[in-house]
């Protein structure tokens, strides 16, 4: 395994915006060969995987791989005989190795679990050199919004989930550590903290770039157009939750400046780029990203898959090959007015969940954003989640607006709710109104509308 260094991530992100195509294909096929054959004989759980597989193969012959069945074989999964997964256990008790390198040697992230069990993630040094030789070649749609960006100073401060090894929060922090010099440049604020304290500290540190999920950023629109907030970003990047159209229009039309996303995971790193078109151009030189269905087959360009499998090519020592993510997207090759060439995806991401219904005996799943978008056509509501319970129970939190009643709102939502439920078939809905708030998952810090919690 060839060590990468940053700058060499950047020379070999930028070399790739020169190459033909049939030179691109050649050095995917080369990195998945390498990665392959490196794998098979450093991992014993690949080894295994894979007994079957030769030299000569197809992407398709190499059996897909979940967060489960890896987790559960931890250490004969990673390339690495130098590290336990009880070691990196007893390593994340102290939340001060938050942004370390357990062993000097690899950063620690965790998944949030918020769809079930944490996945821990370990990165060495080329892994961490080309996330960010891909973020820094990248990340800006448009030049003028990077060049705005340094005139600016180059401040940035995120909103994310701290208090635990998160991509952002650890990735912040292992900066500041290795650069503590550079605290009046970037940091992070935690999702958790209440508004008040957020407000207070964005004013404080004024940035140039302001980060964060998208549900948290919808709650500084409001606290923006009041005046609270006294900041002037020249451009906001949103990650970790979807970004609908709606709330990027209203971001861009609270803050003045242009608004942008990516398609990430702590799996893969960045998968994809927003362009100016805000299609999402896969970085298909590092990774692979194949659209399937529940069976794991292919789904053709144009048609949305249930989940998609990806294929880091760049992490030799945790190898994540042919990897079910549960993200909903659609697969494009078309031409991009912006003439990237690489295919783009369309997504929905990692969002509100889809809610299941049961009548006369039939399964009805309706998705989140239309749900979302029923409920806040009430005016007065300023933050709404829907819990379904299973048999179609469903529990409605709502934060009102001053001088907006709770019931009231409720029975408004809940008439709204109960048509458009009716519109799909689903008639014998129980929609009742909750005491509690809405609220974050508690250890990510992300917020969901809509959840599904079957019994």
């Given amino acids: 395994m060839k060590k990468i260094s940053l700058m060499k991530a950047i020379w070999f992100c930028y070399r790739d915006k020169k190459m033909s195509d049939s030179e691109k294909n050649r050095i995917r096929a080369e990195r998945l060969s390498s990665l392959v054959a490196y794998t098979k004989q450093n991992s014993p759980y690949y080894r295994a995987h894979y007994l079957n597989i030769g030299e000569n193969f197809n992407l398709s012959d190499l ?10 074989h931890f250490d004969d999964w990673i ?24 062993k000097g040697k ?8 918020s769809t ?10 080329s892994t961490n050199n080309v996330m960010a030789g891909i973020n820094i070649m990248r990340s800006f749609a448009k030049r003028a919004d990077f060049m705005a960006f340094l005139k600016g100073g180059g401040k940035t401060m995120g909103v994310f989930a701290t208090g635990g090894f998160y ?13 503590p010099w550079k605290k009046r440049q970037f940091g992070v604020i935690s999702a958790l903290y209440p508004l008040p304290r957020i407000v207070a500290e964005l004013n404080a540190f004024k940035p140039t770039m302001l980060g964060g999920y998208p549900t948290i950023l919808e709650l500084l629109i409001d606290e923006q157009k009041k005046g609270h907030l006294k900041i002037a970003p020249v451009i906001i990047m949103t990650g970790g939750e979807y970004l609908s159209d ?23 790193g960045t998968i994809a780029c927003e362009c100016p078109e805000k299609h999402f151009h896969i970085n298909d030189d590092w990774i692979i990203v194949e659209p399937v269905d529940h069976q794991n087959q292919p789904v053709p360009d ?6 998609v499998l990806i294929t880091n090519l760049y992490n030799y020592t945790q190898p994540f090959i042919r990897y079910e993510v549960t993200d909903r997207v659609v697969m494009h090759h078309e031409p991009c007015p912006c003439n990237n060439p690489s295919p783009w995806l369309t997504l929905e991401g990692r969002t509100d969940d889809i809610l299941t219904f049961y009548e006369d005996g039939k399964t009805i799943k309706i998705p989140p954003l239309a749900i979302y978008a029923t409920l806040k056509e009430i005016h007065g509501i300023l933050r709404f989640q829907l819990i379904a319970h299973g048999q179609n129970q469903l529990e409605l939190r709502i934060i009102p607006g001053n001088g907006h009643d709770p019931q ?9 709710l109960a048509t458009f439920l009716a519109g799909h078939g689903v008639t014998n809905a129980q929609i009742a109104f909750s005491e509690l708030m809405p609220m974050q998952h508690p250890q990510s810090g992300k917020f969901k509308h809509i959840i599904n919690k079957p019994e």
């Fill in 63 to 72: 059996p897909p791989t979940n967060k489960v069945d890896l987790m559960a």
């Fill in 79 to 102: 390339t690495t005989k130098d590290i336990t997964l009880k070691e990196v256990e007893t390593f994340m008790t102290d939340l001060d190795n938050i942004g370390r390198k357990i």
């Fill in 106 to 113: 690899y950063l620690v992230f965790t998944t949030s679990g």
């Fill in 116 to 125: 079930g069990n944490p996945l821990v993630a370990l990165c060495d040094r």
């Fill in 167 to 179: 991509l952002g929060n650890s990735s912040v922090r292992a900066r500041l550590l290795s650069m």
């Fill in 246 to 268: 709606q709330l990027r229009e209203d971001l861009e039309d609270a803050f003045g400046c242009p608004v942008q996303t990516t398609y990430s995971c702590t799996e893969g």
């Fill in 302 to 307: 144009g048609v949305q898959s249930d989940k």
């Fill in 408 to 416: 009231s709102l409720f029975e408004a939502a809940q008439k709204n």
